[in-house]
């Protein structure tokens, strides 16, 4: 499949106006972990005008194909973290299963989020563009 992954940061800074990058070639995806993030952020949303904001985010996530937390997903994540354990590094639970997703289904991470730096460092066939 050529494509990408969405991390929920793209979103985010495109809910806040800030800069975003055109994305790498092909169809975009989502992980469900990107739409765990961005429906803990509509729920945890005090602010009646950030909860509007944060749902139309979610609900444009929403339009991309999701792709699900499955078995080949979970042994990529498995080889990510016990990777990092051995190599004494951290790794956010979120974006480790966006990273695994990517890798299950051959796709780049597009992302904002420096934290897939320490990832593709685990992981040498993750591709990531910097959005």
């Known amino acids: 499949m050529t494509g990408y992954v969405v991390d929920t940061s793209i979103f985010i800074a495109a809910e806040q106006d800030r800069a975003v990058t055109d994305p790498p070639d092909g169809e975009g995806r989502v992980s469900v972990a990107t739409l765990t993030e961005l429906g803990i952020g509509v729920r945890r949303a005090s602010d009646p005008d950030l909860r509007r904001d944060r749902q139309v985010t979610f609900d444009r996530a929403r339009k991309f194909i999701a792709l699900p937390y499955d078995e080949v997903v979970a042994e990529r994540l498995a080889d990510l973290l016990a990777a990092a354990r051995n190599q004494g590094r951290r790794a956010g639970a979120m974006d480790a299963i966006i990273a695994a997703t990517a890798l299950a289904h051959d796709l ?3 992302t904002q989020d420096d934290d897939f730096e320490v990832l593709a460092e685990l ?5 990531l563009q910097r959005g």
């Open 108 to 110: 780049t991470v597009w």
């Open 123 to 127: 992981a040498p066939d993750l591709l």
